[in-house]
C-alpha cells in the first residue's frame, strides 16, 4: 500500500522531462503497470496454493529450480528488505518534510533517527501486530480515496504549492522516455509477494485468506495508482523540490487544512510501518539460509528476547549506508528497488511452470500459461528496468546479486568442509583416554593464580605453571613471591620472545607435550557489565587467539567474579 507514495513520483519524475505533453502519459503509463498488477496477483495467488507454507521465490526455487537459483532469489529478496527499509524511511521523511519544510536540510538525520528507533525497537523484541497495523493502513487508504474523489470533483485544484521544479534536461516524447518512465513506476509493485512469503501467518484456511488477501491488495493498489494517476494529469502536477507528487496531489484536492495533515500523517505512520516490515522479514529469511548453511550460523541464533539480532542489525547497517550515500533522497533510491523484486517475480513465476508441468493436476495447463505468461512479462520488465535504470544506480544492483550468490555458495562450501572434519553422518570410533598434560600461565602471586591452580589440579596431576618473563619485568620479586608461597605445582619461566604472552606459552606446549592431550587454564577477573569489558589487559584474548589454533589444546576459561 505504500509504495503509492512513491511510484507515481517516480513516473512523473521521468516524463516531466517532456513538458505537459509528456505528464499525459501519466495514466496510459500507469494502466500497464496495473496490467502487469493484474497478472501478478492471478499469478502469486497460484504460488500461495501451491506453496501454503510461505517462502515466495526462494520455496519455489528451491523445489524447482535448483539450489543456486534458490540463492538468486535469496539474493533478490535481501537487496528487496534493505531497499525496502531505505525507500520507505526517505519516503517517509520526504512527506514530513513536505507538511513541514522548514525540516527540509535535516532530511538525512531524521532518516538516520527515525532508522534507528526502528532497529532499536526491534533489538528490544517488539512484535508486530495486525491490529496495530490496521489502523493507520485504513486511515491511510480511505485519505488517499478520499483525495481521488474530491479530487475528481473539483474542477480546479484547491491550492497550488509552490517550489523550484526539478531540473532535467528536455527531452522528447519517445519509446524509450515511455520505457523509464514504466520501469521508474513498476517500483509501486513491490510487495505484491509479501502475502506469499507468509501464508503460515493467516487464519485458517489459511491459503484461502492469503488468496483473498492478494486480490484484496491487488485491487486497492490498483484503484489508487489509476486514481492519483487521473489526478496527476488533471491537476498538471509537475516534481518540486521539496514537496512530493502525494503531497501536492493531496493539497490540490484537500486544500492546505486539517485534511491534508491527516493525509501525510498517515503516510509518514505507514511508511514507518511499511520499514518495519524488513525486520520481521530479513532476520527470518537469514534465519533459514543459516539452517541451509548459505549465511553463518550466527544469523540463526536468538537473543534472550527472541530476536535475530544479527539480522536486525545488518539491515538497520545496510540501510544506513542506503541513506546516507543518497542524502536521503527517495527518487535515488527508488530506481533500485524494481530490479531485485522483478528478479523474484521472474524466478518464481519460471518455477510455477516447472511445478504444473509436475504436478500435472487438474487445470494445469491454463496454470502454466498463466504463470508463463507472468515471467515472460516480469523477465520483460526486468530487463527494461535494469537497462534504463543502469546508469541511475541499477549497476550496484547487478553487481551486488551475484556477489551475494557467490558469498552464500562460499559459505555452503566452508560448512561442508567443517562438516566433513566433524565426521557428521558416521558412526565414530570408540573414545579412549589419554595422558593430558595441564599448564597454567601464571603473571603474580596472587588469589586469582590460585583459583587457576586449584582448577587445574582437580583435572589432573600433570599440572605445570609458566610465567612469561616480559621486558622490564623483575623476576627476582615473583620467584621470591612463588618460594615463599610454594605451592606444590611445578614453575618454569619462559623467556620473552617477540614482547607477548601467547607465543612463548604455545611454543612451550607445541615443543613439549607431543601425542598428549593439553589443556590450559587461564583465569580472568569477569569485570562488571557495560564499559568495564575495556579495562582488562585481555592477555587472555591474546593467549586463546594463539593457543585455539592448535591441534589436541583445549582452553579452559576461568572466570572470577568481582564480589
Same mark, same amino acid.
Given at each position: 500500500?505504500?509504495?503509492?507514495?512513491y511510484?507515481?513520483?517516480a @513516473?512523473?519524475?521521468?516524463l516531466?522531462?517532456?513538458?505537459?505533453?509528456g505528464?499525459?502519459?501519466t495514466?496510459?503509463v500507469?494502466?500497464?503497470?496495473?496490467?502487469?498488477l493484474?497478472?501478478?496477483?492471478?499469478?502469486?495467488?497460484?504460488?500461495?496454493?501451491?506453496?501454503?507454507?510461505g517462502?515466495?521465490a526462494y520455496a519455489v526455487?528451491?523445489?524447482?529450480l535448483?539450489?543456486r537459483?534458490?540463492?538468486?532469489?535469496?539474493?533478490?529478496?535481501?537487496?528487496?528488505?534493505v531497499?525496502?527499509?531505505?525507500?520507505s524511511i526517505?519516503?517517509?521523511?520526504?512527506?514530513?518534510? +513536505?507538511?513541514?519544510?522548514a525540516?527540509f536540510?535535516?532530511?538525512? $538525520?531524521?532518516c538516520?533517527a527515525?532508522?534507528v528507533g526502528?532497529?532499536?525497537?526491534?533489538?528490544?523484541?517488539?512484535?508486530?501486530s495486525?491490529?496495530a497495523?490496521?489502523?493507520?493502513?485504513?486511515?491511510?487508504?480511505?485519505?488517499?480515496l478520499?483525495?481521488?474523489?474530491?479530487?475528481?470533483?473539483?474542477?480546479?485544484?484547491?491550492a497550488?504549492?509552490t517550489?523550484a521544479?526539478?531540473s532535467?534536461?528536455?527531452?522528447?516524447?519517445?519509446?524509450?522516455?515511455?520505457?523509464?518512465?514504466? +520501469?521508474?513506476?513498476c517500483?509501486?509493485?513491490?510487495?505484491v509477494?509479501?502475502?506469499?512469503?507468509a501464508v503460515?501467518?493467516?487464519s485458517?484456511?489459511k491459503?484461502?485468506?492469503a488468496?483473498?488477501?492478494?486480490?484484496?491488495?491487488?485491487?486497492l493498489?490498483?484503484?489508487?495508482? @489509476?486514481?492519483?494517476?487521473?489526478?496527476?494529469?488533471k491537476?498538471?502536477?509537475?516534481?518540486?523540490?521539496?514537496?512530493?507528487?502525494?503531497?501536492q496531489?493531496?493539497e490540490?484536492?484537500?486544500g492546505?487544512?486539517?485534511?491534508?495533515?491527516?493525509?501525510?500523517?498517515?503516510?509518514?505512520i505507514?511508511l514507518a510501518?511499511?520499514a518495519?516490515?524488513s525486520?520481521?522479514?530479513?532476520?527470518?529469511?537469514?534465519k533459514i539460509?543459516?539452517?541451509?548453511?548459505?549465511?553463518?550460523?550466527?544469523?540463526a541464533?536468538t537473543?534472550p528476547r527472541?530476536?535475530?539480532?544479527?539480522?536486525?542489525?545488518?539491515?538497520?547497517?545496510s540501510?544506513a549506508?542506503?541513506l546516507i /550515500?543518497?542524502?536521503g533522497?527517495?527518487?535515488?533510491?527508488v530506481?533500485?528497488?524494481?530490479?531485485?523484486?522483478?528478479?523474484?517475480?521472474? @524466478?518464481?513465476?519460471?518455477?510455477?511452470v516447472?511445478?504444473?508441468?509436475?504436478e500435472?493436476?487438474?487445470?494445469w495447463? $491454463?496454470r502454466?500459461?498463466?504463470?508463463g505468461?507472468?515471467a515472460?512479462?516480469?523477465?520483460? /520488465?526486468?530487463?527494461?528496468?535494469?537497462?534504463?535504470k543502469?546508469?541511475?544506480?541499477? $549497476?550496484?544492483?547487478v553487481?551486488?546479486?551475484?556477489?551475494?550468490?557467490?558469498?552464500?555458495e562460499?559459505?555452503?562450501k566452508?560448512?561442508?568442509?567443517?562438516?566433513?572434519?566433524?565426521? @557428521?553422518?558416521?558412526?565414530?570410533?570408540?573414545p579412549?583416554?589419554?595422558?593430558?598434560?595441564i599448564?597454567?600461565p601464571?603473571s603474580?602471586v596472587?588469589?586469582?593464580?590460585r583459583?587457576?591452580?586449584?582448577a587445574?589440579?582437580?583435572?589432573g596431576?600433570?599440572?605445570t605453571?609458566?610465567?612469561?618473563?616480559?621486558p622490564?619485568?623483575?623476576?627476582?620479586?615473583?620467584?621470591?613471591? $612463588?618460594?615463599?608461597w610454594h605451592?606444590?605445582?611445578?614453575?618454569?619461566l619462559?623467556?620473552d620472545?617477540?614482547s607477548t604472552?601467547?607465543?612463548?606459552?604455545?611454543?612451550?606446549?607445541?615443543?613439549?607435550?607431543?601425542?598428549?592431550?593439553?589443556v590450559?587454564?587461564?583465569?580472568?577477573v569477569?569485570?562488571?557489565a557495560?564499559w568495564?569489558?575495556?579495562?582488562?589487559s585481555?592477555?587472555?584474548?591474546e593467549?586463546?587467539?594463539v593457543?585455539?589454533?592448535?591441534?589436541d589444546?583445549v582452553?579452559?576459561?576461568l572466570?572470577?567474579?568481582?564480589?
Amino acid at each position: 500500500m505504500a509504495s503509492v507514495a512513491y511510484g507515481p513520483e517516480a @513516473i512523473v519524475l521521468v516524463l516531466a522531462a517532456a513538458g505537459t505533453a509528456g505528464l499525459g502519459f501519466t495514466l496510459p503509463v500507469t494502466l500497464a503497470i496495473v496490467v502487469l498488477l493484474a497478472v501478478l496477483i492471478a499469478s502469486y495467488r497460484q504460488v500461495i496454493a501451491a506453496f501454503p507454507n510461505g517462502g515466495g521465490a526462494y520455496a519455489v526455487a528451491k523445489e524447482r529450480l535448483g539450489h543456486r537459483t534458490s540463492l538468486v532469489a535469496a539474493a533478490s529478496l535481501i537487496v528487496d528488505y534493505v531497499l525496502n527499509v531505505a525507500v520507505s524511511i526517505a519516503a517517509g521523511v520526504a512527506a514530513l518534510t +513536505s507538511a513541514f519544510p522548514a525540516l527540509f536540510g535535516y532530511t538525512v $538525520w531524521i532518516c538516520l533517527a527515525v532508522l534507528v528507533g526502528i532497529t532499536a525497537l526491534n533489538l528490544y523484541g517488539i512484535r508486530e501486530s495486525a491490529r496495530a497495523f490496521m489502523a493507520p493502513t485504513v486511515v491511510f487508504v480511505a485519505g488517499i480515496l478520499v483525495v481521488v474523489v474530491a479530487g475528481l470533483l473539483r474542477s480546479e485544484p484547491a491550492a497550488v504549492a509552490t517550489g523550484a521544479a526539478v531540473s532535467e534536461n528536455a527531452r522528447t516524447i519517445g519509446i524509450l522516455l515511455l520505457l523509464k518512465a514504466f +520501469s521508474s513506476g513498476c517500483a509501486a509493485l513491490t510487495g505484491v509477494e509479501a502475502i506469499a512469503n507468509a501464508v503460515p501467518s493467516f487464519s485458517s484456511p489459511k491459503v484461502r485468506r492469503a488468496q483473498r488477501a492478494e486480490v484484496a491488495l491487488g485491487v486497492l493498489l490498483g484503484v489508487m495508482l @489509476i486514481g492519483l494517476a487521473t489526478l496527476i494529469e488533471k491537476f498538471s502536477i509537475r516534481p518540486l523540490d521539496g514537496t512530493t507528487v502525494l503531497s501536492q496531489l493531496t493539497e490540490a484536492a484537500l486544500g492546505h487544512g486539517i485534511g491534508y495533515y491527516i493525509v501525510q500523517f498517515a503516510t509518514v505512520i505507514l511508511l514507518a510501518l511499511a520499514a518495519n516490515t524488513s525486520y520481521g522479514g530479513l532476520p527470518t529469511l537469514t534465519k533459514i539460509l543459516a539452517d541451509d548453511n548459505c549465511l553463518p550460523h550466527r544469523f540463526a541464533v536468538t537473543s534472550p528476547r527472541q530476536v535475530y539480532r544479527f539480522g536486525v542489525l545488518a539491515l538497520g547497517l545496510s540501510a544506513a549506508v542506503l541513506l546516507i /550515500a543518497s542524502e536521503g533522497n527517495m527518487n535515488a533510491l527508488v530506481p533500485l528497488f524494481a530490479i531485485g523484486v522483478f528478479v523474484g517475480f521472474t @524466478i518464481a513465476q519460471a518455477g510455477m511452470v516447472r511445478h504444473w508441468l509436475a504436478e500435472r493436476v487438474p487445470g494445469w495447463r $491454463w496454470r502454466i500459461a498463466l504463470n508463463g505468461v507472468g515471467a515472460v512479462l516480469t523477465f520483460v /520488465a526486468l530487463v527494461v528496468t535494469t537497462s534504463m535504470k543502469f546508469a541511475a544506480g541499477a $549497476w550496484l544492483i547487478v553487481l551486488v546479486l551475484p556477489l551475494l550468490v557467490l558469498a552464500m555458495e562460499r559459505i555452503r562450501k566452508i560448512y561442508g568442509r567443517i562438516d566433513g572434519c566433524r565426521g @557428521i553422518g558416521c558412526v565414530p570410533a570408540e573414545p579412549k583416554a589419554t595422558e593430558t598434560a595441564i599448564v597454567v600461565p601464571v603473571s603474580e602471586v596472587s588469589e586469582l593464580s590460585r583459583e587457576a591452580l586449584s582448577a587445574a589440579m582437580s583435572l589432573g596431576r600433570d599440572v605445570t605453571a609458566l610465567h612469561v618473563c616480559l621486558p622490564g619485568e623483575n623476576i627476582t620479586v615473583f620467584t621470591k613471591e $612463588w618460594e615463599a608461597w610454594h605451592p606444590d605445582v611445578r614453575l618454569l619461566l619462559l623467556e620473552d620472545g617477540d614482547s607477548t604472552v601467547g607465543g612463548p606459552v604455545a611454543r612451550y606446549v607445541r615443543d613439549n607435550f607431543a601425542g598428549r592431550r593439553k589443556v590450559v587454564v587461564i583465569a580472568e577477573v569477569e569485570p562488571p557489565a557495560g564499559w568495564n569489558h575495556v579495562l582488562p589487559s585481555h592477555r587472555s584474548d591474546e593467549l586463546e587467539r594463539v593457543l585455539r589454533k592448535m591441534p589436541d589444546t583445549v582452553v579452559c576459561h576461568l572466570r572470577v567474579q568481582i564480589a
